[in-house]
């Protein structure tokens, strides 16, 4: 298997990256290069810069503004966005919803969801987890009611990213209580979140970040046009779009970004009287983690190699839980080297006090403890562990 790149993949990697530089606005390189969330109106600005080139969503068909490019071309040219570092794209449109949308929907909610998705006219933001039902997703019970022309939508979400800004939520609602089996009675629904009855309330995480919410629906009247294939076979749904989201963990592209930046620091940061990096056990670190990263981007691009995108095929590939554990991993190892590296004036506070501060140096531990969330979210790393357990090992 050939996995090295090709003249036209070098050759694309470069117009990328050109792009990215002519393209990218500098406040917003910097914002990044800090190790700060970039804010919604950078998003927003970012993703419709690429949809206007026709970047945004190439994975998808042709006839939705897709491109028919190879798994490769696509990793190419997010890993070069990763690296700038550029915000990513609005995962919830581009490679959930949207995807959603063309392999179940009908064509009167393609005609009206995709392209305002593809250019971020419509945030979208996803309505999955409830308290007791996570890992155990098929426990939810948001119920929605038929009733006449509209469901009646009653219950609760939790830990909706980012749903402060959101215009819709896709979501999972339980439509057949007495259904044989939990995941037979769930269907896939599209609200509205301007629909009265819909409260968004801010759950601050660990690093003082409003980047999570609980979402609550008391009576919210929801049209049976917003219902996305059959009733209560909502499942397949979940199933397609849970494995598309893992297949984007891996975070190749934002690790390199994060190491490469931290080796330069430690040329310049001094630990004993001497730059970081002539430490003997930070510099073994560093490189045991740049060794891990490029054993990962190997894995990934065997599996690439093989892979054709169709983000409308029905079998997930086990090989993205692979690349989900290690990338997440990685991913926190370097948030752990950060805060070594910043060493005590990462702790410093307040703010007056750390003015002089670089702003990397301040957002070590809050990039720190809100990296937790890599191996919790898209499904845990146990639970991915389960899935190699019983697919790959045949356990
Ligand atoms: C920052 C963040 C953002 C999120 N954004 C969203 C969002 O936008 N939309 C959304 O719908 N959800 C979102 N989630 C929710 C996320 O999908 C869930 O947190 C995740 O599925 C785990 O569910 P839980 O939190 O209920 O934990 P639980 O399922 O209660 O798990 C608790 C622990 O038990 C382990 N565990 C559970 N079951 C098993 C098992 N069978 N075998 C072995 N170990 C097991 C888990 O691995 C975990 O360590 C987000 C979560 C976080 C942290």
């Not at 406040?27 to 690429?50: E, S």
């Not at 119920?143 to 909706?160: C, H």
């Not at 749904?237 to 984007?248: F, I, P, Q, Y």
């Not at 809050?366 to 562990?385: A, D, F, V, W």
């Amino acid at each position: 298997m050939d996995i090295s790149y090709s003249p036209e993949e070098i050759a694309f990697r470069e117009e990328v990256r050109t792009f990215v530089e002519e393209n990218l606005p500098e406040a917003t390189r910097k914002h990044m290069l800090d190790g700060k969330h970039p804010t919604a109106d950078m998003i927003r600005h970012w993703q419709k810069c690429l949809n206007a080139k026709g970047w945004a969503v190439p994975h998808w068909p042709k006839e939705w503004g897709g491109k028919g490019w190879s798994a490769m071309r696509l990793y190419i040219l997010r890993e070069e966005m990763e690296k700038a570092p550029a915000p990513s794209l609005l995962a919830f449109n581009t490679d959930m919803c949207g995807p959603i949308l063309i392999a179940f929907g009908n064509e009167e909610q393609k005609t009206r969801f995709l392209p305002r998705m593809a250019n971020l006219d419509d945030w979208w933001c996803q309505g999955f987890s409830e308290p007791g039902a996570g890992s155990d997703l098929a426990n939810l019970r948001c119920t929605a009611v038929r009733d006449g022309d509209r469901y009646i939508v009653n219950g609760q979400k939790a830990w909706t990213t980012k749903a402060q800004y959101a215009d819709w939520i896709f979501m999972l609602v339980r439509t057949d209580s007495k259904a044989s089996k939990p995941q037979q009675g769930i269907s896939f629904l599209l609200i509205d979140m301007k629909s009265p009855g819909v409260t968004v309330r801010p759950t601050i995480t660990i690093d003082s970040f409003h980047e999570v919410n609980e979402v609550f629906f008391d009576d919210v009247q929801v049209p049976i046009e917003n219902l996305v294939g059959q009733e209560n076979h909502g499942w397949d749904c979940a199933k397609l779009l849970l494995s598309n989201e893992r297949t984007g963990h891996a975070k190749i592209g934002p690790s390199k970004e994060r190491l490469r930046t931290l080796r330069e620091r430690a040329c310049t940061i001094e630990k004993g009287g001497r730059p970081l990096i002539e430490d003997y056990d930070f510099l073994v670190r560093l490189v045991d983690l740049e060794v891990q990263l490029k054993a990962l981007e190997m894995t990934t691009m065997r599996v690439l190699a093989e892979d054709k995108v169709d983000i409308t095929k029905r079998k997930p590939n086990p090989a993205s839980s692979v690349l989900k554990i290690r990338g997440s991993e990685i991913h926190q190892a370097i948030s752990a080297l950060y805060v070594e590296a910043a060493g005590p004036q990462g702790l410093a506070l307040p703010v007056e006090a750390t003015s002089n501060f670089e702003s990397w140096l301040l957002e070590a531990h809050p990039n720190y403890y809100n990296m937790r969330k890599l191996s919790i979210y898209g499904g845990s790393n146990e639970i991915q562990k389960t899935i190699i357990a019983k697919q790959f090992l045949e356990l």
